[in-house]
């Protein structure tokens, strides 16, 4: 039973830092999706009204210009948010981030039973596939909705950095 705990505990490692990565995915990609669509709104209100030839006066060839590079800038925010879907991409990361946590508590709740001596061998072992059942559910939806390198390390920092509590021994990798 020694090396199933071990694999438990591992398999709660990676739901943390899993957890934790598409969060900080999800924030980013919001941000994203933030700053694309107000730059899109901000330029689009500008080159929509008056407000360049009231500065720059009418017929002014600047103005013209401006407007221009404005309206491609705008134009290229759009194909940016349409192609990257940064908003929906968000949702998916937020959803496979509660997959995780789900699996975490699910191991501490496992891990508990087994302290108290309270489930089967058998019980063990079957409880102990359901979890890494999860854990392949949660992977093959997560790597429809990638993270970054520095997604990961903001989390492994974050958790480093006290972010959220846990014990040294919670977060024991396999030596």
Known sequence: MEHVIKQLKQFKVDAIYGKKKNYNAASRKRRYYKITSTGQIILNAITGTTLLAVIFGEGNKIAEIIALLFTIVATVFAGVQKVQDFENQAQGNAKVGDMYLEI??????????????????????????????SIDQANKMGSQFPTSDNDYQEARKGIEDGEERYKADELELWN
């Open 104 to 133: 975490s508590k699910l191991v501490n709740l496992l891990l508990c039973e087994i302290a108290d001596d309270i489930l089967s061998r058998d019980e063990i072992l079957k409880r102990a596939d359901e979890v890494r059942r």
